[in-house]
Structure formats: structure tokens, C-alpha cells
């Protein structure tokens, strides 16, 4: 099966993710607690600030790969589930999250010497939200 891969669509949920991620862990939803639980303060935070525009660039192309990935998943899903769209983009957020992402996460944090449940939802959350967001643009374009 051939799948046509709607680049701009890759992008633009690329750029979604990244917004995402900027909300998600600013201070306005859950950036206090994230840091709290990290350990870090506003202070080591500025500090890192110049090395960041790297990781973010690289945390790009990443989101990037994991759109396109999820295309090709959404497409297969929709050839052999028929369902709509929009709804094969949640589903396939959904599904890529709950048995690929989370339990990585899961994973992590058992093996992790502080086993921190709280930073756990905080990430894996917005993991969650991101592959359902990417679906929906990728869906809707």
C-alpha cells in the first residue's frame, strides 16, 4: 500500500506539538509544578536558557518524525477501520500513546531512582495531548 504523505500537514502538526509543549510547560498550565518536581528553579532555568534554542530545534525534528510516523499509521487505520477523519486521528493519537509512549514513561519512572508519579503525568500528559493534537491536524488537512 502506497501512502501519500501530506508534508505540509507533518509540518503544521510539527509546529502544534512544539506550541503545545511551549503552553504545557510555561508557567500559565504546568511549568511551577514541572519545575518543582524536577528539582530546578526559575534561576537554573534562565541560566540553561542559552543552550536550549539547540534542544528545541532538535525536539523539532523530532515532533516532525513522529507526524510523519503517525500519517502513515492514520492512513492504515482509516483503510482498515473506515472511520472518519477526525475520528481516526484521536483514535490513532490515542492508541499510539497508550501502547508505544506511556508505557516507555512507565518504564522510566519504575527504573528511576526518584519513581515520581506526579512528573510522570506532567510528561506523559502532555505526550497524550500532543499525539491527539497532531492526529486532528493531520486529520483536518
Known amino acids: 500500500m502506497n501512502v501519500d504523505v501530506n508534508y505540509l500537514a507533518v509540518l503544521a502538526a510539527g509546529i502544534v506539538s512544539m506550541a503545545i509543549g511551549f503552553l504545557w510547560y ?18 537554573s532555568m534562565q541560566k540553561t536558557q542559552q543552550a536550549m534554542g539547540k534542544l528545541y530545534a532538535l525536539s523539532f525534528v523530532v515532533s ?38 506511556m ?19 506532567i510528561d506523559s500528559g502532555y505526550q497524550l495531548v500532543s499525539l491527539l493534537a497532531m492526529g486532528v491536524v493531520i486529520a483536518l488537512l
Open 26 to 43: 510555561s508557567p500559565v498550565l504546568l511549568g511551577k509544578p514541572w519545575m518543582k518536581e524536577r528539582g530546578v528553579t526559575a534561576e
Open 103 to 121: 508505557p516507555v514513561q512507565v518504564t522510566a519512572t519504575i527504573f528511576s531512582d526518584k519513581k515520581n508519579w506526579k512528573l510522570f503525568a
Open 64 to 101: 516532525l518524525v513522529t507526524a510523519y510516523v503517525l500519517t502513515h499509521v492514520m492512513v492504515l487505520s482509516q483503510y482498515f477501520f473506515n472511520y472518519p477523519d477526525l475520528q481516526t486521528g484521536l483514535t490513532t493519537g490515542l492508541w499510539m500513546w497508550l501502547g508505544f509512549v
